[in-house]
């Protein structure tokens, strides 16, 4: 794996919601962003954007599920900076919404 890819991947899988799109990850790899855009398809094997939502998704599940944090305050925490968009990208990634993921987990485990 190139070395830009693999800055990029650390970033991403530690600081996902510092990044508002691929572009600032390439910039702060050093690279302009379809080349990074390239690269990270090539070697990681899903585009770069997709990527950074599954990071994002990942980590609104893991909030919504530690934490009391309202759905608009989780999607500002994992990088997205509409409650609109946090929203629409969630139930399109997950199936649910935030709110509704949050309870099924709460009552899966008893807490609901």
Not at 43 to 65: C, D, K, M, N, S
Not at 71 to 85: I, L, M, S
């Amino acid at each position: 794996m190139t070395d830009p890819v693999r800055r990029a991947l650390a970033l991403l899988d530690h600081e996902s919601a510092s990044f508002a799109g691929p572009e600032d990850v390439a910039r702060a790899v050093g690279l302009l962003p379809e080349t990074l855009r390239r690269q990270f398809k090539r070697e990681v094997g899903i585009p770069l954007g997709e990527y950074l939502t599954q990071r994002r998704v990942a980590e609104a599940q893991r909030l919504l599920e530690e934490t009391d944090l309202q759905a608009a305050e989780v999607g500002r925490a994992v990088g997205w900076r509409r409650e609109d968009t946090a929203a629409r990208v969630f139930r399109r990634e997950t199936g649910t919404t935030m709110q509704g993921y949050r309870r099924s987990v709460r009552e899966g485990r008893g807490d609901g």
